[in-house]
Antibody, heavy 120, light 111 residues
Framework: QVQLVQSGAEVMKPGSSVKVSCKAS????????FTWVRQAPGQGLEWMGGIIPIFGAANYAQKFQGRVTITTDESTSTAYMELSSLRSEDTALYYC?????????????WGQGTLVTVSS | QSVLTQPPSVSGAPGQRVTISCTGSSSNIGAGYDVHWYQQLPGTAPKLLIYSNINRPSGVPDRFSGSKSGTSASLAITGLQAGDEADYFC???????????FGTGTKVTVL
């Protein structure tokens, strides 16, 4: 069965960068969309961006353009999300999820979430 | 600020039917993009509940159903159970934003 296992919780200083990993197992890595969704405490889901490994180019939400970088390592079936210039408002649970390659993909498998806390 | 609007909360007694609306616009649902629904139980990751407007993944009870019309979509839960207490989110694609979008979320309470 497909599993997405994310890296552990992080505590970061304002202005720094964080890189979260998401290792996939149990499925074909290259032919799906790997997307990142965040959820601030008590808030809803926010799409940050996604990437299809076989194509390589990532697509980012306008809100995060210039601050987020999503990459993949096909050799280890791992997706990464790096967020820079962190501020307190970036404190959230960050999820990776797998989707199909459609224009409006649905996300059928989710990681367990990685808590990123931004605090001085 | 999400482009897909949901009611903040809905409630119902056990066994009743509740519906959750997801209102979009001509650049997302109204443009013909599929709508998907997720259930998020407290302290857990979202779980796919309905995909491509009306389809249930394997293992999702048929008490959950989806529909779409015009610029809106709906999720219906029949035979409401205590275990259905969760947050529910719709999701689609927006051509103006060139990316996926989630609804504002709805908390379902079983009275």
């Amino acid at each position: 069965q497909v599993q997405l296992v994310q890296s552990g919780a992080e505590v970061m200083k304002p202005g720094s960068s964080v890189k979260v990993s998401c290792k996939a197992s149990g499925g074909t890595f290259n032919y799906y969309t790997f997307t990142w969704v965040r959820q601030a405490p008590g808030q809803g889901l926010e799409w940050m961006g996604g990437i299809i490994p076989i194509f390589g180019a990532a697509n980012y939400a306008q809100k995060f353009q210039g601050r987020v970088t999503i990459t993949t390592d096909e050799s280890t079936s791992t997706a990464y999300m790096e967020l820079s210039s962190l501020r307190s408002e970036d404190t959230a649970l960050y999820y990776c999820a797998r989707g199909d390659m459609l224009t409006a993909p649905f996300f059928d498998y989710w990681g367990q979430g990685t808590l990123v806390t931004v605090s001085s | 600020q999400s482009v897909l609007t949901q009611p903040p909360s809905v409630s119902g007694a056990p066994g009743q039917r509740v519906t959750i609306s997801c209102t979009g616009s001509s650049s997302n649902i109204g443009a013909g993009y599929d709508v998907h629904w997720y259930q998020q139980l407290p302290g857990t990751a979202p779980k796919l509940l309905i995909y491509s407007n009306i389809n249930r993944p394997s293992g999702v009870p048929d008490r959950f159903s989806g529909s779409k019309s015009g610029t809106s979509a709906s999720l219906a839960i029949t035979g409401l159970q205590a275990g259905d207490e969760a947050d529910y989110f719709c999701q689609s694609y927006d051509s103006s934003l060139s990316g996926s979008v989630f609804g504002t979320g709805t908390k379902v309470t079983v009275l």
